[in-house]
């Protein structure tokens, strides 16, 4: 197997050509540069792409594919957008509003070098503040069966380099990569308008049908700046989630026990509105977390590509 691969970069945007700019210029000075940068920009204006251009200009290995597209709708449209551009063998969804350490590529690279029957990774996001254990504790124990997540714990605790990867069937999306064949067997779902579980929908389903060759890797890292351009009110953030959460497990549910686990999940999706409501004096966390409740209640899962999901 050759040691080299082509490696494409991907970054969604809309309306942060600030953040997007510091984004670029972290690709800009890697190790290894992708072979490819594809920006997907939904904006109205063209700030964004003056940004990007001025930053390439000089020219270089790394070739720029600039798609502006009002018409495009929503990130998971734009990473379909891409994933059906990208010329690399690996294609790696980026944030926006994010900065790479300068060996992220490289790190990303070796693993699908070193393990090779790995079919897609995401990295750890390095400046995230230290969870409490109280709320790790609770995390934990609201999320069972096939809502466990392993990137809790993990997220803002690597350092150094040599981390084994780690197996899981959530990737996080903002720091994802995936060998091109992934995409040729499992669709983005725009058809569901999902955002904040959009990452876990496609990795649970990739792992579905490929089967647990998905990892997370510790020595691939970035800091997330969450730009608080485009970020929804408290209350809409809760009613998208719970809502977001029925649709996953109604495309996923085989047995009594995934119900179980999906009713115990909303007992501790309560409580965490219950918190933000309090926390940010926001009541209206409380009504997004009902609202939420009755738009899962009356979702009909629509299929994927005109067929069933994955």
């Not at 018409?71 to 990208?86: C, P």
């Not at 070193?114 to 996001?125: A, D, I, K």
Request: aromatic share 10%; with cysteine; hydrophobic share 45%.
């Amino acid at each position: 197997m050759s040691l080299y691969m082509r490696l494409t970069a991907v970054i969604p945007t809309r309306n942060r050509p600030g953040d997007l700019g510091k984004a670029v210029a972290s690709v800009c000075d890697q190790t290894r540069l992708p072979d490819e940068l594809i920006v997907v920009d939904q904006s109205p204006g063209n700030e964004s792409r003056l940004v990007v251009e001025g930053l390439m200009q000089g020219g270089g290995p790394m070739r720029l594919d600039y798609v502006h597209d009002t018409a495009i709708s929503g990130l998971v449209d734009a990473k379909r957008v891409a994933a059906g551009r990208a010329g690399g063998d690996v294609v790696c969804f980026l944030e926006d509003d994010i900065v790479l350490e300068a060996d992220y590529f490289e790190q990303i690279e070796r693993g699908f070098v070193e393990r090779s029957e790995m079919l897609g990774c995401c990295g750890v996001v390095t400046n995230l503040p230290p969870l409490p254990a109280f709320y790790v504790g609770l995390f934990r124990l609201f999320h069972r069966g096939m809502f466990a997540d392993r990137r809790v714990g993990i997220h803002g605790f690597a350092s150094g380099r040599g981390h084994a990867l780690i197996a899981s069937d959530y990737l996080s999306g903002g720091l994802s990569a995936y060998r091109r064949e992934v995409f040729e067997s499992v669709p983005f779902d725009i058809a569901n308008d999902l955002f904040m579980t959009e990452d876990i929908d496609f990795s649970t389903r990739a792992v579905r049908c490929f089967g647990t060759r998905f990892y997370i890797n510790p020595n691939a890292r970035l800091a997330h700046y969450m730009s608080p351009a485009n970020r929804a009110a408290v209350g809409a953030r809760q009613r998208r989630k719970v809502r977001e959460f029925f649709v996953f497990y109604k495309k996923r549910r085989e047995r009594m026990a995934d119900a179980a686990n999906f009713l115990w999940l909303l007992c501790g999706l309560a409580i965490e509105a219950c918190f933000a409501a309090v926390r940010y004096r926001r009541p209206a966390a409380l009504g997004g977390y009902a609202a939420g409740l009755l738009d899962g209640l009356r979702w009909r899962v629509r299929e994927v590509g005109g067929r069933k999901s994955v």
